[in-house]
């Protein structure tokens, strides 16, 4: 997938799980800078990493990613807010696996040739790209 394709995957994504924005990034270093005055539920696409394999006749290429579903962190909350923050960012990895599986509103067309789910993991991160909480989770395709 092309960097514009995976920009419009990213877009498609981010409307469809209602979150409030999203950033794509090649590194840590660009998510803080891209991510330093936003607010509210925000989804970080890396720039996938494209593998080649095969002969020169007969070149296959994969793609690997890892997506991020953050919201700032309050050092000053309470427990109960933080827990709820880590509740509303792993629901919304949990519709974006379902939404590029194809299975929100009865719609299952699978969105990317290749999707690979058999070890994805959802992992929680705490205060990830300097204060954001919520979930991360890679996927080939």
């Not at 999203?22 to 891209?34: F, K, M, R």
């Not at 925000?42 to 007969?58: Q, R």
């Not at 919304?92 to 194809?102: E, M, R």
């Not at 929100?104 to 070890?119: A, F, G, M, P, V």
Request: charged content about 25%.
């Amino acid at each position: 997938m092309d960097v514009l394709e995976f920009d419009k995957l990213a877009q498609d994504i981010t409307t469809k799980v209602e979150a409030d924005g999203y950033i794509i990034c090649a590194d840590d270093t660009q998510a803080v800078n891209e991510l330093r005055d936003k607010v509210g539920n925000h989804i970080v696409f890396v720039l996938p990493s494209l593998y080649i394999e095969g002969a020169p006749d007969s070149l296959y290429t994969s793609d690997t990613t890892a997506i991020y579903v953050l919201t700032k962190d309050n050092s000053g909350q309470l427990k109960i807010e933080e827990l709820k923050q880590f509740q509303d960012t792993q629901q919304i990895a949990l519709k974006i696996v379902k939404y590029l599986c194809g299975d929100i509103e009865n719609d299952y067309y699978c969105r990317l040739q290749k999707l690979d789910l058999s070890n994805t993991v959802l992992d929680p991160v705490y205060r990830e790209f300097a204060g954001w909480n919520g979930y991360t989770f890679a996927i080939s395709f």
